[in-house]
């Protein structure tokens, strides 16, 4: 089964980046899409990014567009997210999740413990 683990997290000034990384443990991630998502202390859970198996598709929130980059290395069974301009309305606990496709085909799951980004004023 698969089993992913998110990394990068941590506490940047508004303006600064970080970049997140999805890692696949005990199978690979090239069978799947990978999305973000990010939960905020009393906020409902929301789409981030998206990848799609092939990275030949990608889809942002409105919120994220022209900051956020995903991208995949399937030969390293990772993801990544690179989130430049960060605001602190991006804190938030940042999670990854699995699916057959971007479009809700599926529902996501194989969800990750997530990694805290914190961005201060």
């Known amino acids: 089964q698969l089993y992913l683990v998110e990394a990068g997290g941590g506490s940047v000034q508004s303006g600064g980046s970080l970049s997140l990384s999805c890692a696949a443990s005990?199978?690979?991630?090239?069978?799947?899409?990978i999305g973000w998502f990010r939960q905020a202390p009393g906020k409902e859970r929301e789409g981030v990014s998206c990848?799609?198996?092939?990275?030949?598709?990608?889809n942002y929130a409105d919120s994220v567009k022209g900051r956020f980059t995903i991208s995949r290395d399937n030969a390293k069974n990772t993801v990544h997210l690179r989130m430049n301009s960060l605001k602190p309305e991006d804190t938030a606990i940042y999670y990854c999740?699995?699916?057959?496709?971007?479009?809700?085909?599926?529902?996501?799951?194989?969800w990750g413990q997530g990694t805290q980004v914190t961005v201060t004023s």
């Open positions: 990848i799609s198996d092939n990275g030949g598709s990608t």
């Open positions: 005990r199978s690979t991630l090239e069978y799947y899409a």
């Open positions: 999740a699995a699916a057959l496709d971007c479009a809700g085909s599926t529902p996501f799951g194989s």
